[in-house]
């Protein structure tokens, strides 16, 4: 049987590379996405534990706001992880494709095919997933900075909001630096 053509098996190669690069930045992804359902969890359970608390609301009757925040993010989150990429053609159908072709080269231009749409599929699935997790964080991010401008609070209250605005500025730059920063970035 004759070798396939060396520019096939480069270009097989590279897609391979990519997509193992795809894998990875979506296990990332997906990682953070729990992490931070895993924190939409927890203020969620802290919210309604000092409800249950008598006499003691730290919100007031006003609680829902923020509650709905983090629930948009939490479920923002859950979307981010869901969903996986792909690693190539599916192999019954590809075998049942390559059994009937003439040469190598023929089998091996159809693989570069698949891989490219692969790639290309895996792509739209990462961006999806990186977008979903950004607007999860920016959601969280936001939540505490709306809830205190929707109070309209007295000037002692200022100070907080202009602090949490920073911190929440930081924090969604330093999420998408962590995207941008290393890793995947087609």
């Known amino acids: 049987m004759p070798d396939i053509d060396p520019r096939i098996e480069l270009v097989v190669g590279l897609a391979q590379s990519e997509i193992a690069s795809q894998f990875a930045s979506a296990i990332g992804i997906d990682g953070r996405a729990v992490g931070l359902l895993a924190f939409d969890g927890a203020l969620i359970a ?9 006499g003691f609301s730290v919100l007031g009757a006003s609680w829902g706001y923020p509650l709905l925040g983090l629930v948009l993010s939490a479920t923002l989150s859950l979307a981010a992880a869901m969903g996986g990429v792909r690693a190539g053609p599916e192999l019954n159908r590809f ?3 390559v059994s009937t072709m ?15 749409r692969t790639i290309g599929e895996n792509r739209g699935t990462v ?3 990186q977008y979903l997790l950004g607007a999860a964080v920016i959601v969280l991010a936001l939540t505490p900075v709306t809830y205190v401008l929707y109070l309209r609070a007295s000037l002692w209250v200022i100070p907080w909001v202009l602090g949490a605005a920073i911190i929440g500025a930081l924090f969604v730059r330093l999420v998408w630096l962590s995207f941008t920063g290393g ?3 087609s």
Do not use: M
């Open 183 to 185: 890793g995947y970035n």
């Open 127 to 129: 961006r999806r997933k």
């Open 95 to 97: 075998y049942e494709l």
């Open 46 to 54: 802290a919210l309604l534990a000092g409800l249950a608390v008598p």
């Open 102 to 116: 003439d040469t190598p080269e023929e089998a091996g231009g159809l693989a570069v095919k698949d891989l490219i």
